[in-house]
Structures are given as C-alpha cells and as structure tokens.
C-alpha cells in the first residue's frame, strides 16, 4: 500500500517579490524570523546565518548576540532588523549573561511587577523580556522612563526571575 503523499508548505517565489523587498512584500518579510531579515538586506550571507544558527542551538544566545560578535555584524544594521520585526521572540535568558548596568535600567520592583527585565542595550534599543505579552502602554512606560526605544521579547518567567536575583 503506498503512504500517503505529503505537501510541502507553499512559500512565494523570489520572482513574485516575497523576497525581493519590493514595497508589496514589505509586510510580509516583515514577520520573517532575523536572520533571514538580514539575508534579505544583504549584511549577512546564507552560509554566515547557517553558522550562526548552528552556534546559537550550541550556545543558547541571541542571534543578533552572535551576528554581532562572531560575524561583525555593524550594531545599526542589527537594530534596523530587530525594528522591522513585528513578532515577539522567544529567549531564554538562563543561557547568557546579561550586563549589570542594563538589567539597573528598570527598577527590580517594576521588573517583579510587571513579570519583565531589561537584558540588552544596542544603542538607542533596549531589549526587554517579558514574561506576558506585553501592553504598549507598559513598552511606552519603560521607553519614557530609559529614553530608549523597546524592543519587546518573549521568556519564561523563571528566567527572569532567577536572572533579577542573581543581578540584585
């Protein structure tokens, strides 16, 4: 008896202009995943994204962690991409360290509150876990406060939590 054929998801073509960065296609790359935002964008090759990404399933860190550090990915061209996504990431915060003087940026009771923690500043982003989805209100709060632009993320909340002891 033959099995069952399977499909394979349908995606776009290059040539209908998924990926060409044509303004129709705009917000579709938008909900794409980072590395391939900036494939797209041409700062990182194919081969460079599969390294990182074979590194990042080693080491547990960010991607743009990584693009930066081990590939010299220029910090400006990492925060145009984390801008034009428009998902919220997941990342466990369990796995690398974060710098004192940016988890110090929201106050340890604010962040126990609101199940949240900064752990990354690049630049005039600040990378912000939280643990629920989060409200603009509480984004336009942290943005307010810090004078930075937020970019939010998803993690659990025993990270954040055992991450906030530990820095206190």
Not at 17 to 30: H, I, L, M, V
Not at 68 to 86: F, I, M, P
Request: aromatic residues 6%.
């Amino acid at each position: 008896m033959p099995s069952p054929r399977r499909f394979s998801p349908v995606r776009p073509s290059p040539e209908s202009g998924a990926e060409a960065g044509t303004s129709t296609s705009r917000g579709r790359n938008d909900n794409l995943p980072l590395g391939r935002l900036l494939v797209i964008a041409k700062k990182i090759t194919a081969k460079q994204l599969e390294e990182a990404l074979a590194l990042q399933r080693k080491t547990f860190q960010p991607l743009g962690r990584i693009l930066r550090d081990e590939y010299s990915l220029v910090e400006s061209d990492l925060v145009e991409a984390l801008r034009k996504q428009t998902h919220l990431p997941r990342i466990y915060l369990r796995f690398f360290p974060a710098a004192q003087e940016t988890v110090a940026l929201l106050d340890p009771e604010f962040c126990r509150q609101h199940e949240a923690m900064a752990f990354e500043k690049l630049g005039g982003l600040l990378c912000v876990a939280f643990s629920k989805p989060p409200q603009r209100a509480l984004a336009r709060q942290i943005e307010t406060a810090t004078e930075l632009e937020v970019k939010p993320y998803s993690a659990p909340w025993d990270d954040i939590r055992k991450k906030l002891n530990l820095e206190e």
